[in-house]
């Protein structure tokens, strides 16, 4: 079965940084395209980054261009997103997601940013 095990978040002051991972399983990761995406209360879900199969980025979301980073280890079947200058505005459930399953979701891991 398809699994995402998202880990990482945390409460970090503005201005702060998390990296984030997320371990998938139960299909070809290495040959699968991955994204992040994070919803925050009374929000819908938001699009973050995407990363293709060659760990090559292929989009982000306007909010987070210039401050996050995707990235992938294919041998640990791992996705990161590394994520720098954080705001109150960036506090949500984190979550990753293959567009070849995307009714899987994993539990996701929560950021909360400070004000």
């Known amino acids: 079965q398809v699994q995402f095990v998202e880990s990482g978040g945390g409460l970090v002051q503005p201005g702060g940084s998390l990296r984030l991972s997320c371990v998938a399983s139960?299909?070809?990761?290495?040959?699968?395209?991955m994204r992040w995406y994070r919803q925050a209360p009374g929000k819908e879900r938001e699009l973050v980054a995407v990363?293709?199969?060659?760990?090559?980025?292929?989009d982000y979301g306007d909010f987070a261009k210039g401050r996050f980073t995707i990235s992938r280890d294919n041998n640990k079947n791992t996705m990161y997103l590394q994520m720098n200058n954080l705001t109150p505005e960036d506090t949500a459930m984190y979550y990753c997601?293959?567009?070849?399953?995307?009714?899987?979701w994993g539990q996701g891991t929560q950021v909360t940013v400070s004000s």
């Open positions: 139960g299909f070809a990761f290495s040959s699968s395209n």
């Open positions: 997601s293959t567009p070849y399953f995307p009714d899987y």
């Open positions: 990363i293709d199969m060659f760990g090559a980025a292929t």
